[in-house]
């Protein structure tokens, strides 16, 4: 599928008011035009990421912000986790996997 029929097919399927937060796209020097003409911009409109920004100072933002990156980052471990531990019920093998992700020195910390 060519990238032209793929996005004419994607925005079909994309509700017409769903709100995602266009990121303006820079080539490397950093001076490219703004492609999010007519569009609602994460960093200007949507972004709470950072305590700067001005949707985060208010109320709570920030805080809920941070809250659900972590129950999503955690929820995303978990389902990678059981898939290794799955993909390898009868050795060790997954276990020595999730074991070398989450130390510093797996060669130490993971016979």
Not at 41 to 56: E, G, I, Q
Request: net charge negative; charged share 30%.
């Amino acid at each position: 599928m060519s990238d032209a029929d793929w996005t004419r097919e994607a925005r079909a399927r994309i509700p017409a008011d769903l709100t995602t937060g266009c990121y303006s796209d820079f080539d490397s020097t950093g001076v490219k035009d703004d492609d999010c003409a007519g569009r609602v911009t994460h960093d200007r409109v949507l972004n709470k990421d950072t305590p700067a920004s001005p949707r985060s100072k208010t109320g709570d933002n920030f805080d809920h912000a941070v809250t659900g990156a972590t129950a999503e980052i955690t929820r995303q471990w978990n389902d990678f986790k059981a898939e290794l531990l799955a993909t390898y019920p009868d050795h060790r093998r997954g276990e020595q996997m999730v074991c070398a992700l989450v130390h510093d020195d797996p060669q130490a910390s993971c016979p």
